[in-house]
C-alpha cells in the first residue's frame, strides 16, 4: 500500500511539469521570424499607398500585422493583400482618424514563392490626407 501511495504521490507531483512543459510549445500569438521584411510608408496627399514584397523561391511571406490611418478628420481606405495574383483579404474603410487594422490571431500566410502586395485606397475627407501604412512581416 505504501508503494502504491508513493507511486501516485510522484504521478501527481510530476504530472504538473509534464503539462506545462507540453503547454510552452502550443502559442496562437504571432511572433516574427529571422528575416523580417516590415514596412512603414507615407502617401502623397490623398493618394493610395502600397508596400510589395517581393517573391523569394522556395519562402513564404508572413503578415502579421497590417495597420493604416489618416490624420483626423479623413478615413483611411480599405486594406487590400493580394497574393500573386488573388486577392487573399479586403477590409472595410476605416472612420475618421482612426486606423483600420489588421491582426490576425496567426500570421496570415501568402503562397511559397509569392510577390504579396498590401495596399490601402487614398485618405477621403478634410486634413492633409497623408496615409500612412505599416505591415510587419516576415519570410522563411
Request: net charge negative; aromatic share 6%; proline share 8%.
Amino acid at each position: 500500500m505504501k508503494l502504491l501511495t508513493a507511486a501516485l504521490m510522484i504521478v501527481l507531483l510530476l504530472f504538473p511539469i509534464y503539462a506545462l512543459a507540453a503547454t510552452t510549445f502550443i502559442a496562437n500569438s504571432p511572433v516574427e521570424g529571422l528575416t523580417p521584411v516590415n514596412s512603414s510608408v507615407t502617401s502623397a496627399p490623398f493618394s493610395s499607398v502600397s508596400v510589395t514584397i517581393p517573391g523569394v523561391a522556395g519562402k513564404q511571406t508572413h503578415l502579421y500585422s497590417i495597420n493604416a490611418w489618416c490624420p483626423s478628420g479623413t478615413a483611411s481606405g480599405s486594406i487590400t493583400v493580394i497574393d500573386g495574383v488573388a486577392t487573399i483579404l479586403s477590409t472595410p474603410p476605416g472612420a475618421g482618424g482612426v486606423p483600420t487594422v489588421f491582426t490576425p490571431p496567426t500570421a496570415l500566410t501568402a503562397v511559397v514563392g509569392n510577390t504579396v502586395i498590401i495596399s490601402v485606397g487614398a485618405c477621403s475627407g478634410g486634413g492633409t490626407g497623408i496615409e500612412t501604412l505599416n505591415v510587419q512581416a516576415d519570410q522563411f
